[in-house]
Structures are given as structure tokens and as C-alpha cells.
């Protein structure tokens, strides 16, 4: 049986009561976070800048090519896409080089501006290049060797670090940060880490995102299928740059070695009762400010009913911070993807956040839910 963590809980085991000790406590969760999940946030570099390499306008569309630079070696693109005679626009910024196009008109659609960005410049996705032929030295060669926190967190500090050099995204107190998989991980981290940002909103984000780490519920109910929704020590035997070693002690064990093959199976293992946070605690970090998950129901993979209950149990520190309606969920019908449902919902959403408070729900419960 598996509890998830109460984040209103204090490292002495005593629990907040009131808002007024919510700075505190969210201080250490974010500090918990680092140590186990992502490493250290990067924080600052007030000498980055952008550079608008091309812009044009058409159909009503503002389109601005550009790179963001730092003197010691940081370069990546970005293209923003902004609804012409818009003054200040609610901004969404995508850790992504680029979305699907019907994604992308859903958020032009409802006005807002969307910023895309190339997140592999800052650390290269290994595993991926690795996939297309690149050897591990080539990709080393490409990234940013500033940084020493684990990759997930290096990517989402690219999306804060565009935030606050994008002229756009400056004093617009409405700017999303949103992205699809392991760039909703990502985006989680981005939101939790960046005040500024509004609203965080990992779409499909899974193990290490916004999927519970405990609790592996398929999308047909069956209860600790670990086999067809990732674990932890799935994902940090696949991918073991993106998240801190500390996080790799809590995986379990291969049920059979040698540690090869693309079935390779790694069941949950007892080591996950020691690990004081679950996706709930990253959530509730982002709170007063909003999160927005939105799930597939043939994704069993990321876990999307987990993601639910996940919610749920960060549902008490939304009610307790008097923002319960920002707690907020999506499931539709599809696989892994993000797609023009997903945009479709996160939009409503904001709108109603921005604009018509008094249409949000009052949050994600569920009444059976443990927490310790």
C-alpha cells in the first residue's frame, strides 16, 4: 500500500495550518525537489539577450524569428507567433521547436502569443541522438557547459531564461509555460521554479512529471500495472542524464538482468516508500499560481489516472491558499500527443483563470485519498 506525501507537511512532521506559513514551506519543497529530482535551478543571467533575426506579418500575424545569447556560449533559436493589434497578449511559452500547426492556430485563435523555442541547444537530448546515430561525444559537444543541474530542470530553466528576455513577456503577469512528454516535465519544473509564469502546464508529462511516482493506475482501472505505466526505474535506466542521481536510488531493481533490451522491466520496488515527494508535492509548489494537466486516455505509459490522484492530493494546499478552482485537469479521448484538444482545453482554461474566475471549478478531489 502506498500513501502519497502530505506537502503541507514540515520536515519536523508537523503540519502549516494557515497561508501565512506557505512561503516557508514552499521554500522546502522546492528545496527537496533539487536535492532528490532535478539539481540545483540555475537561476539568472542578466546578461542574455535576444536578437530578432527576421519578422513578418500576415493573416493577421506578427511572426519574429530570433536567438537568445549569453557571452559564455549559450545560443539557441526561438520563433514567437503574436496576434497582430494585441497590446500585451497572454503569452504561452512551448518547450518545444515547434508544435503541431492545429495546435498552434487553437492558442493564435483565442489570442494568445506563442513563443517555441530549440531546448536541445541548451543540453541535447543523449538518448535521443543516440537514437539518430550521434555518438554521447557529439552531443556533449553542443551543450552548455554552465549549468550542473540534471537536464529536465536545464530545459526548463531555458523556457524562465526566454521568459525574461522576450519584450512581450515583460510586467504581462498572464505568461503559461507549457510542453509535451519529457518537455512536460520540464514545464512543471519551470513553474515551479519561475514565479512569473502564471501557469504551468505539463501536457502528458509522466514519470518525473506530473504522473504519480506511487501509484500506477492503467486507464482501465487496473491498480499498480507496472508494466505498462513507467516507473521510476523504467525511466532513469532509459534516460539517466535527466534527473539527479539521488533520484536513481529510489527505482528498484530490473527483474532480470543483464540490464539490456528494450523490455528490460523494473518493477516499482519498495524504495519508493523512502522518497519523500511524489508529483502531488510538485504540483502543490506551484501554488497560489495555476496547473493545468492534460492527459490522453490511451496513454497508460504516463500514467494519466495517476496524474489525476495526483492532483487531488495537492488539492489542500490550493484550498488552504484560497486558489482551489487553480488545481485543474483534462482528459481526453487519444495517445501521446499533444494536440489540438489538449490546446484547446488549456486555453478555456485560461480564460476562465485570466479573465472568469468565477468559472473555475472549485479543484481535483477524491475522498479516499491518504496522505501522510
Known sequence: ?????????????????????????????????????????????????TVIELENASDGLCVQTGRLITPDGLDFSFTLRSPKGTEKPPVIIAIARELLPETEKVFINHGY??????????????????????????????A????????????????????????????????????????????LCAGMFDENFAVAAPIGSGCGGAGCLRYLITCDGEEQNERRVETVGRINWVFP?????????YGGKPEVPPYTGAGCFFPLGDEINFLPFDSNTLMAAVAPRAVFTSEGDEDDWANPKGCLLAHAGAQ???????????????????KHCFCADDAEALAEFCDSYFYHPEKLSNGIRSDNLRLI
Open 241 to 249: 542524464d535527466w534527473f539527479t542521481k539521488r533520484f536513481h536510488e
Open 144 to 187: 552548455y557547459k554552465r549549468l550542473s543541474c540534471a537536464t529536465i530542470m536545464a530545459w526548463g530553466w531555458g523556457a524562465s531564461l526566454l521568459r525574461r528576455n522576450l519584450e512581450i513577456c515583460r510586467y504581462n503577469p498572464r505568461v503559461i509555460v507549457t510542453g509535451h512528454s519529457r518537455c512536460g516535465k520540464a514545464a
Open 1 to 49: 500500500m502506498y500513501y502519497l506525501p502530505n506537502p503541507l507537511k514540515r520536515p519536523d512532521g508537523s503540519v502549516i495550518s494557515d497561508k501565512s506559513e506557505w512561503p516557508e514551506q514552499r521554500r522546502y519543497l522546492l528545496a527537496m525537489a533539487q536535492e532528490y529530482l532535478y539539481g540545483t535551478w540555475p537561476g539568472e543571467r542578466p546578461d542574455a539577450k
Open 113 to 142: 502569443a506563442l513563443a517555441t523555442f530549440d531546448f536541445r541547444a541548451i543540453i541535447p537530448d543523449y538518448k535521443s541522438d543516440q537514437n539518430s546515430g550521434i555518438s554521447y561525444e557529439e552531443s556533449y559537444k553542443k
Open 316 to 334: 489542500n494546499v490550493f484550498d488552504m491558499l484560497g486558489a482551489s478552482g487553480a488545481n485543474a485537469y483534462n482528459l481526453r479521448h487519444g
